[in-house]
């Protein structure tokens, strides 16, 4: 049984209480938030759970064993260095932290503690992300070659983050995810509509040596909700719209292949349309399984699915691409990474 | 009567003759193709027209009064400017030219001329763009922010241009109708998946002093069919789905405005959703409504919607797309014309 | 405060206590259900509600001023008679009865005993149908001429009740409750694949004197999910479409006007389209909105908005379909209520 | 070479001309219609074929093999006999005639006279239904058990015939064509809003022995256009949504099974959803293919796709539904055909 402390019951909040509350072999003891209306309704959803207003009360509490941090991104660092300091397991929400240098003092010191430390990247653990994962595994997209997303909608102006920190997280997740090769630099451009010089609509490019080629288009200030991906292989293509109630994945039997004619000194390039088909998906509860992955990997010391080092990969492409908007669209070489990436259990370092 | 010869008999030359044919006060006496299928084809549908392998037979014959060029790119500079030369007015399929330079000196020789220089840029004449033309100008949007345009599709790939020059200027001469602001730089990114180096996937952000922002996506590459744009306002938003057939063009109610709250140093912004319009579209062919429009300038010594003038703004911008694409997607600043723009009749400068 | 019991904790069970519970003046103090694994799941997400085996547990605590049920429909009339018996408020889930019998039985027990008798048909809640109700009433469609349902899904094949009866109640709820006309017939059709002679697929139109026509389509055995309504004005028309996310109710300045000829001894119809409004809705939980007029017309003797008025209707209609069905198709005259239908308080009659 | 004669340059004239215009080993010699305004039209797009004023030219013509009617289905009979009794092939717009009695003695008389009679059932010829007719045949749907359909928009209100003579003609054609079983009943309802008993919505069940049935839902005045058909077996299901650019045939891997639980005496019935797929269809022009089928059938003596006997059967069917309307939706036994069916050569019986 793990004991765990939620800080933060926000507009997430209540998800996560309520999943870790389904979730297998634990028990959540107490939430923090400074905002006594918070917990009044805490209190009224989930009557047996202590509400505290300091989030100190939870990291202090010896029979808490693990702490989920659902705070604004600026405060993440300061939290999760306190709670592993503390030696308590440590799920961050998205993003991991306001800049490269703060995951990687934390990554270093949940090592150094030997406790868990897991960033919620949600939709690594839906249906349609799991099977378009392995599609591009098993190869039946062919080489990939770009993707696509579009993530706009009327959203809530964030006061910290612009909309690349806020909305482009759960993409760059995807994409990290589902994509083996290390991007090499990013170009971004926006715009701020506001006096405070936080983009509320921008746009990301993400290049690869390979020839591939990742982009991201979010909006706080679009009229209507678009949640779309497009991967595409030489052999065949993704659809993904989050947005579709049953068909959210659809692979297009689709490609292209090209002949360089040596004699007309141009290039034939053929496109080839196909059936369609809309695979099954898993109908799992991602939250919920994201809840599950982090109980199982404190309990059995593994690196879960939506690992730090995953989420310090997105952090790197964020903080690249605000350096980018800062210098007009500038390309911004990504640096290689001073934290080693590991995939074996957590406790394998200490 | 105008008489028309038509110089390339492609993909879109049918559409071309055909609309001509219905246009008023106007004969289609030749079209010129050096593909002997083509005249086959040409004859079959029209037996009336004459079919000729040279184009110059139709810039040297007297009896014709006008000229349409609906080829490749590349030699839209010479062919034009022999027609110009010989005094005959000009319809140029988009883009206009390969380049700034080759536009401007087409666009002095034609006022040099006293002849009638226009672009083809069809999508002006639609119903849906029109009545965005309208609620821009009533100022039914506000003040406007963004224009964001998808155009992608499993395209041809071109062997001459790369996808922003093939499918961009389009979307590109909407934004130039639409927004009277002058854009002061771009930035654009792409890759190409052939040997040949022409982009078939390409991102584009025009940038506008005001804090006007423009971004297209373009893609040859994507298994769905996109035509989507949105125009934002602070007042309302445009939704144009050029593929629905019936509700291409929503107007939503919906707004954000932001305070300084001085105190807390933070900006708070708040954003409203009401109502959807959706207006009822003209339903004239835009195409016939091009060619009637070249013919009626070409009779009043008018300048028509889709001059020459918003064609060369349009390669302004593809030109410099080109160079950010090349240079790592650096802003690339764009020049003031050195082309005075003309809103009058085009014989004013003779 | 009133204080409910809830018999029946199945599929729609869970949804009712969470919105009782959240409903204003009221506390859910027990739910009966015979089957222990769904107590078990009560207790796990509502530790405090106490659980019973056996209905009568409910029906006989003096303590229990009102009674939910949302058992079987067969069983609806027994514990409603018994609960009505004991001097408790009733709510019914849909459909109210098996029979037009047993509902005005029920009717008449309520009023002798003083007590109120309601039915759940939630989707009279909904910010789509309090619009549409507006609409009609404001005459903003002109004359109303016909109401088009379609609920079709792969659903439950029940065993108990057709598909009439388990899916049209939803609609027919709302046809009453839009339009004011008494019908004065029906046919209906439809077809069993199962050996029980339930029928999975059927259809049923509902015809009126004035004109005004009604038809349903039905199924529990269709691959996709439709909710989709027309009713038509001469002025507009109304699509419903319960599965958008947002433009649920969409109005169309549509409509048709007819001549007379005489002397072509022919009639000219002409038909107009226009633009299309989308209203914004109010975004109630509906359940909940439900939940609470049953509690606020408890204490202030009211009928509510879905009372069983409204649902003995739906229940004559029902009854009747299932008549035509079992005689081809044939038509079934509604007959004129034995009960009269009550707008007041329910007190008014005891 | 056949030479052929249309007779009606109306709303679907147009359309027929081009396409007999581009069918193989024909001449479109010429056409009839006695309104002046209508042979301008034709003469301004076609100059070479002869316009004529009354039907008479046509069909006593010795030049022409083939006459294609396209006029109001009250005409058809007497010009269609007329024909036939000078001998020449005879292409009947649908529906074939206003009676079943009209149709076989049609019927009859091609035979007798050794020309081809057939009836322009276009959307036999689409990708969509001939897709839908091979994986129907080839058994991937099971055995099949409903075909549901729904046919309407904003339409022009006919004077002659009902919506159900109108529209329904395309999706009966499609029954007929896809479901080997004869028919056994008809069930139909519809209302008029107009003056001249002439119904504007309608809709009709059509029964079988065999459990399986289909239903039709048609209107002239519904806001939206929907053009869907859902066909069910037991093992998948189509949804044709003819409206869709790319994907009209969704087929749904999604069937159930029932089982008789003897020992609680119920039915328990169990669905299954899987994968979808989404063919690839031919993407032939369905016009042009029938037209081709004409003149093919004529020189080969051959029984088209679209035969005189399968219109005959929708004749029947449309009968029989305008009786049921008549006597208030009750159940009209479908006559056993008194014209045998023949599917070999037209020669046959001469």
């Known amino acids: 049984m793990v004991n765990i402390g939620i800080i933060g019951y926000g507009y997430w909040g209540p998800n996560l209480v309520r999943n870790f509350f389904l979730a297998q072999d634990c028990c959540v003891k107490a939430v923090a938030d ?4 918070r917990l009044a309704q805490l209190s009224k959803m989930f009557p047996t759970i202590l509400g505290v207003t300091d989030a100190v009360d939870i990291i202090n509490d010896p029979t808490i064993d693990a702490v989920v941090i659902a705070t604004p991104v600026c405060t993440h660092f300061t939290l999760a260095h306190k709670a592993l300091s503390a030696r308590k397991h440590v799920l961050l929400e998205k993003p991991m932290t306001a800049s490269v240098e703060e995951a990687e ?3 270093n010191l949940a090592e150094q503690k030997g406790v868990l430390l897991m960033v919620d990247h949600t ?3 839906t249906g349609a992300v799991q099977k378009m994962k392995q599609l591009v595994e098993e190869r039946e997209l062919g080489n990939i070659k770009y993707l696509d997303s579009t993530r706009i909608n009327l959203g809530l102006f964030q006061s910290d983050i612009n909309v690349l920190w806020d909305l482009a997280p759960h993409d760059i997740s995807i994409l990290n995810y589902i994509v083996d090769e290390r991007p090499y630099s990013v170009n971004a451009t926006g715009i701020t509509h506001t006096k405070n010089s936080i983009e509320n609509i921008a746009y990301l490019t993400v290049n690869y040596s390979s020839g591939f080629i990742a982009h991201f288009n979010c909006s706080w200030t679009s009229p209507v909700k678009v949640r779309m991906m497009l991967i595409g292989g030489d052999q065949k293509m993704i659809l993904y719209n989050d947005l579709e109630p049953t068909e959210k994945v659809k692979v297009y039997d689709t490609g292209y292949t090209y002949a360089n004619d040596e004699e007309k000194k141009q290039v034939l390039v053929d496109y080839r349309t196909g059936d369609i088909h809309v695979p099954k998906l898993a109908t799992t509860e991602a939250l919920l399984s994201m809840a599950n992955d982090f ?9 879960p699915v939506s690992s730090c080092h995953l989420g310090l990969d997105v952090v790197r492409i964020l903080e690249a691409s605000s350096k980018s908007i800062k210098h007009s669209g500038t390309e911004i070489i990504l640096e290689t990474p001073s934290v080693p990436v590991i995939k074996k259990g957590y406790e394998a370092l200490i």
């Open 34 to 37: 400074a905002r006594y209306d």
């Open 105 to 107: 003092i934390l990554i």
């Open 295 to 303: 109980i199982t990997c404190i309990q059995e010391k593994k690196q």
């Open 123 to 125: 939709f690594l653990y």
